[in-house]
């Protein structure tokens, strides 16, 4: 969850219409909270948009791929 959002943004940010009926009724069955699910969709959305700090390290990996297949480095 991101602490410098209120939790009712976060409940509006994860709410999206693309979101199956049955996922969130799955999470709910295993117990899940109304608080917990909206977190669990927010860091799910967070992490496919790139908002985390893996960004880095895949520019770096592309970065070592591309010198690989250009010949540049060798394993």
């Known amino acids: 969850m991101n602490p410098q ?17 049955n996922e969130l009724d799955m999470l709910a ?5 109304q608080q917990e699910i ?17 960004t880095s390290i895949v520019r770096y990996l592309e970065f070592l791929r591309m010198l690989v297949k250009s010949g540049e480095l060798e394993l």
């Open 5 to 21: 959002m209120p939790i009712e943004a976060q409940l509006e940010m994860s709410m999206y219409s693309d979101i199956a009926l």
């Open 29 to 33: 069955l295993w117990g899940f909270t």
């Open 38 to 54: 909206t977190s669990l969709l927010w860091l799910r959305q967070w992490y496919q948009t790139g908002g985390s700090d893996r």
